[in-house]
């Protein structure tokens, strides 16, 4: 028998003995294959050994699942006959051909008209969601209907909790904000107000902007991203602990028992913190105005009532149900979407909030043409 040739790669021996015998000596384990470009190295070695060899593992001094991935890869996931090995290395490629590892799909060539699937692809999805809120929809319309016949058997207490969590706990925020703004709004106008001399009409001005317009979409915003997002992550654990699986085999409605009463508590908080954040930001806009152009708050009081109208504070009111009901159902909706999963968790409360502030500016603007059309 001539003499082995010895191949010395990166810490891998390969001796082979007449083009039939691969012996393999050294450490096979994540220590030594962790280090720089041994991986590569070895992987290289073992493809130069003919595919009539025999492998003779007995003279590796450690061996585990990191090693033996590698060359089980090598051998295209399957021993070859005539292998010899120690017993623990025979039990862990044992392991390995009980479990075996996918290979890597290869990368798709990016398409010129991905774009266009990427457009459909959402369209499809966003299809599917208003399909969705539809039936929800359809099915608060019921629900009402079967509230209204039978009002004692409403969830009275449910809908009382939900009102204090979503309008109560909500007006320290949005009278902060709306003070703010009110502030910001009153002092940026006064400014160019005080440029021509018109000083006086900052009351028009800001009572109609905050009253019709910045008021409700204001605390429209704030609830959506206070409560909107709460309502749906409720509802999101409730289905990762299995919750309402367990309400569908009681046979209790999620429409009853979950969505009827955070739309009904939401339409009825969302006008009442309207009004609350106009009020705030009237008060900042107040005492910006005699802080900027020296208008005392008595006067403003006294011109206020002739600038905003009865008819600005309805249109208020009106949008602000409108986006309480929308702001309900949409996180409803989405948090009945959730999968059992804490990922799907956080995806779907992301999705409803920016669902429900989309929604809430599209809303308005349809109320802004519809109300110009009635000269309102």
């Known amino acids: 028998m001539p003499d082995p040739v010895s191949v010395n790669s990166a810490a891998l021996q390969t001796v082979v003995s007449d083009g039939a015998i691969c012996r393999l000596l050294g450490d096979w384990n994540v220590q030594q294959l962790s280090m720089r470009g041994v991986v590569l190295a070895r992987r290289q070695a073992l493809a130069q050994v003919k595919s009539t060899a025999r492998w003779d593992l007995s003279g590796i001094q450690t061996l585990d699942a990191v090693g033996a991935q590698l060359l089980w890869q090598a051998w295209g996931q399957c021993i070859p006959p005539g292998t010899v090995l120690t017993p623990s290395q025979q039990a862990l490629l044992d392991v390995l051909a009980q479990h075996p590892i996918d290979a890597a799909p290869a990368p798709q060539a990016l398409q010129w008209y991905g774009w266009i699937i990427a457009i459909g692809h959402g369209c499809y999805v966003a299809a599917n969601h208003g399909r969705e809120l539809l039936l929800l929809l359809g099915g608060l319309v019921v629900n009402l209907g079967q509230l209204l016949a039978r009002p004692s058997r409403g969830p009275w207490r449910e809908i009382s909790a939900q009102i204090f969590r979503v309008g109560a706990q909500a007006l320290g925020i949005t009278a902060l904000v709306g003070f703010l703004i009110g502030i910001v709004l009153s002092y940026l106008s006064a400014q160019q107000l005080a440029v021509f001399g018109a000083g006086q009409f900052i009351v028009k001005l800001l009572g ?42 009681m046979g209790i409605s999620h429409g009853q028992r979950l969505i009827m009463p955070r739309v009904i508590a939401l339409a009825i908080a969302m006008p009442l913190l309207v009004l609350w954040t106009d009020a705030i930001a009237l008060l900042g806009g107040m005492l910006a105005a005699k802080w900027q152009l020296g208008l005392s708050m008595t006067w403003f009081f006294d011109r206020l009532p002739d600038a905003i109208g009865l008819t600005n504070y309805w249109i208020s009111v009106i949008k602000g149900v409108t986006f309480g009901g929308w702001i309900a159902l949409a996180a409803c909706h989405f948090g009945l979407q959730i999968e059992p999963n804490t990922e799907s968790l956080g995806r779907g409360t992301t999705a409803s909030v920016v669902t429900s502030i989309t929604g809430v500016i599209l809303i308005d603007a349809l109320y802004a043409i519809l109300f110009n059309e009635m000269n309102l």
């Open 208 to 249: 109609v902007a905050t009253v019709r317009e910045l008021g409700p979409v204001l605390a429209a915003i704030l609830v959506a991203g206070r409560s909107g997002s709460s309502i749906t992550a409720q509802i999101g654990v409730m289905r990762v602990t299995q919750e309402l699986d367990a309400m569908q085999v």
